[in-house]
C-alpha cells in the first residue's frame, strides 16, 4: 500500500513538470501564429486558420486511435515519439515562407499531438483517485495558466526580432519534455487490459450516449480555440501592441491563480457537475456577443475577463466529467475518443473564424464573427442541457477502479 502510494505521489509530480514543458511550448508558439502569418505577412485569415484547423483535427480527430495504441503498447513509447515529431513540426513552422511549409508543419504538430496527448490525459486518470481529480485537474488548469502567460510574453518579446527564434524555441521546449519522458517516466501501462487497438476503437464507438456528449462539445470547442485565432488579432488592432497578447494571458492566468481552485471546491459542494458545465458555457457566449461592440482596450479585457471566467467553471467539471465515463479496460481510448469534439469544433472554429473575420474587414461588418460565435454558444447550451440536466435523460458513468 505504502508503495503504490509513493508510485502516485511521484507520478502526480512528474505529470505537473511533463505539464509544465507541453504548456510552454505549446503557448510560446501557437498565440503568435495568427500575429505573424496574417498580420506581419499579410497572408489571408482563412488560410492561416485552414492550417491551424489541420493541426486541431489531426491531433484530436485521431485522439482514439493513438489512445487505442497506448492502451495496447503502454504511455511511454507514444509521448516520447510524438514529441518529438511536435518539436519538428514547430522547426519546419520556424522556417514557413510559403503556405505549404506552414500546412506541413501543422500536419507534422498534429501528428506528434495524436500520439502523445491521449497517454498523458490517462496517466492523470490512472495515477489521481476519482475523489481527488476535481482538486488536481484545477491544479492542472492553474499551472496551464502561468505556463501560458509566462510562455506567450517570452514568444512575443522573440517576435520582435523574427518568428523564426519563436518556432526554434518551441521546438528545443519539446525536444526537452521528450528527453525528460524518455529518462523519467516509468512504464505505466494506462488500461487494465491489453486488447487489441482495434477492439479498444469498437468499444467506445458504440458506446452511444459517450459519443452523442463527445460530439455536441463541438460547440463549445468552437468558442474556446478563438483565444488562438480571433482574440489575439482583435486585441492586437485595439491596442496596437503585439505585447498585448501576452497581458491577455496574464489576465487569464491572475484570474485562473485566484479563483479556480476556490470556485472547484465551492462547484464541488454546492452544484453538479453538469450544472457547473452549463454555467461556464452560457458565461462564454454572452461574452463572445459582449465583443460585438467593443471599440476600446479596457472594454476588450473586461468581457475577456469574463470569457476566461466560464473557462473556468467549465474546464474542470468538464475534464471530470469525462474522466468518470471512461471505461477502465480502453481508458485512453476513450479519453482519446473525448478529443474528436475539440477536433471538429476546432476545425470548424479555426476554419470558420478565418473565414468570417475575412469577410467581416470585406463587409465592415466587425460584429457578424462574434455574433456567430455566440449564437453556436447557445445551440451548444441547449443540447447540453438536453442531454446532461432535463428530467430523466442522463448519461450513465461507467464504475472506475484506479
Not at 232 to 252: C, F, H, R
Not at 254 to 261: A, E, H, I, K, V
Not at 358 to 381: E, F, K, Y
Request: glycine share 10%.
Amino acid at each position: 500500500m505504502a508503495s503504490a502510494q509513493r508510485a502516485r505521489k511521484l507520478g502526480k509530480a512528474f505529470i505537473l513538470l511533463d505539464n509544465l514543458l507541453v504548456i510552454f511550448g505549446f503557448f510560446m508558439v501557437f498565440p503568435l501564429i495568427s500575429l505573424h502569418f496574417v498580420d506581419q505577412l499579410g497572408w489571408s485569415a482563412s488560410v492561416v486558420g485552414l492550417a491551424l484547423a489541420m493541426r486541431q483535427f489531426m491531433q484530436q480527430g485521431l485522439g482514439l486511435f493513438g489512445g487505442s495504441l497506448a492502451d495496447r503498447y503502454g504511455a511511454k513509447p507514444l509521448i516520447v515519439c510524438g514529441m518529438l515529431l511536435r518539436a519538428a513540426g514547430f522547426a519546419c513552422m520556424a522556417l514557413a515562407h510559403a503556405p505549404w511549409l506552414l500546412f506541413a508543419s501543422c500536419l507534422l504538430s498534429g501528428l506528434g499531438g495524436t500520439l502523445f496527448d491521449p497517454p498523458r490525459t490517462a496517466l492523470v486518470a490512472k495515477l489521481v483517485r476519482p475523489a481527488e481529480r476535481p482538486h488536481f485537474y484545477a491544479i492542472l488548469m492553474m499551472q496551464d495558466s502561468a505556463g501560458a502567460v509566462a510562455a506567450a510574453l517570452l514568444g512575443s518579446w522573440l517576435l520582435q526580432f523574427d518568428f523564426r527564434w519563436v518556432g526554434l524555441a518551441g521546438c528545443a521546449m519539446f525536444m526537452l519534455a521528450a528527453l525528460v519522458n524518455a529518462l523519467l517516466l516509468p512504464p505505466y501501462r494506462v488500461a487494465t487490459g491489453k486488447s487489441s487497438p482495434w477492439h479498444a476503437m469498437r468499444t467506445v464507438l458504440h458506446d452511444r450516449r459517450y459519443m452523442r456528449f463527445v460530439l455536441t462539445l463541438s460547440g463549445y470547442y468552437m468558442l474556446a480555440v478563438q483565444v488562438m485565432l480571433l482574440v489575439p488579432v482583435t486585441i492586437k488592432q485595439l491596442t496596437g501592441s503585439y505585447q498585448a497578447v501576452g497581458w491577455m494571458y496574464m489576465l487569464e492566468t491572475c484570474l485562473s491563480l485566484s479563483l479556480l481552485y476556490p470556485l472547484a471546491r465551492w462547484g464541488e459542494r454546492y452544484l453538479r457537475r453538469e450544472q457547473r458545465m452549463l454555467i461556464g458555457l452560457a458565461l462564454m457566449s454572452i461574452s463572445l456577443a459582449s465583443m460585438s461592440g467593443v471599440r476600446h482596450p479596457l472594454a476588450a479585457f473586461t468581457i475577456l475577463a469574463l470569457f476566461f471566467l466560464g473557462s473556468i467553471i467549465m474546464e474542470p467539471a468538464r475534464e471530470t466529467y469525462v474522466a468518470s465515463l471512461a471505461k477502465t479496460h480502453a481508458r485512453a481510448s476513450y479519453l482519446g475518443c473525448s478529443r474528436i469534439g475539440l477536433a471538429l469544433g476546432g476545425a470548424v472554429g479555426y476554419v470558420g473564424g478565418g473565414w468570417l473575420l475575412d469577410m467581416s474587414r470585406q463587409w465592415q461588418l466587425p460584429a457578424l464573427p462574434w455574433l456567430s460565435l455566440a449564437m453556436v454558444g447557445s445551440i451548444t447550451l441547449l443540447a447540453l442541457w438536453g442531454q446532461l440536466l432535463r428530467p430523466g435523460v442522463g448519461i450513465r458513468c461507467a464504475s472506475s477502479t484506479v
